[in-house]
């Protein structure tokens, strides 16, 4: 019997494949247990047209990806921080700071969690960061770190 899995299944298949099992472990096992339901035509139809959507959803979040990246890529962010006499900064730049810049000159919400930095920056100068913004798109900005 085929069947559609609603959840992945150990030794089966995952969430939404359409799997060949025994008649009876679907009937006495995956079907009263919720974890499957029978591949008819209509439920093949509805699958498909799941797949359908999540892929245009993926697309359209890639391509907002990538104009993101368009307005970030090649800018230069200025942050002005207290600094010693020898360029050492008092306390650091962090990621939080980037993003913070970056949303107020450009209007990009860019998420902390999204600016790659090895270590927080402690000197003066400029640094290039590079931005996930998807897993298939990164972006590389400049940070202009001078003295306030």
């Known amino acids: ?29 995956l079907l009263p247990k919720g974890l499957a339901v029978e591949a008819t035509d209509s439920q093949l139809a509805k699958l498909e047209q799941k797949k359908q959507a999540k892929e245009r959803k993926r697309q359209q979040e890639l391509n907002e990806a990538k104009e993101k990246a368009n307005k970030l890529e090649g800018e230069i962010f200025e942050i002005a921080v207290k600094a010693g006499e020898t360029g050492k900064l008092f306390g650091s730049v962090t990621t939080n700071d980037i993003a913070e810049v970056i949303e107020d000159k450009t209007g990009v919400k860019i998420d902390k969690r999204k600016v790659e930095l090895d270590d927080n920056i402690k000197t003066l100068g400029i640094k290039k960061v590079a931005i996930n913004l998807h897993t298939e798109v990164t972006a590389t900005v400049k940070v202009k770190v001078v003295e306030a």
């Open 1 to 29: 019997m085929k069947v559609i899995l609603k959840e992945d299944v150990d030794d089966l298949g995952e969430k939404d494949e359409v799997v060949e099992v025994a008649d009876g472990h679907a009937r006495n096992y």
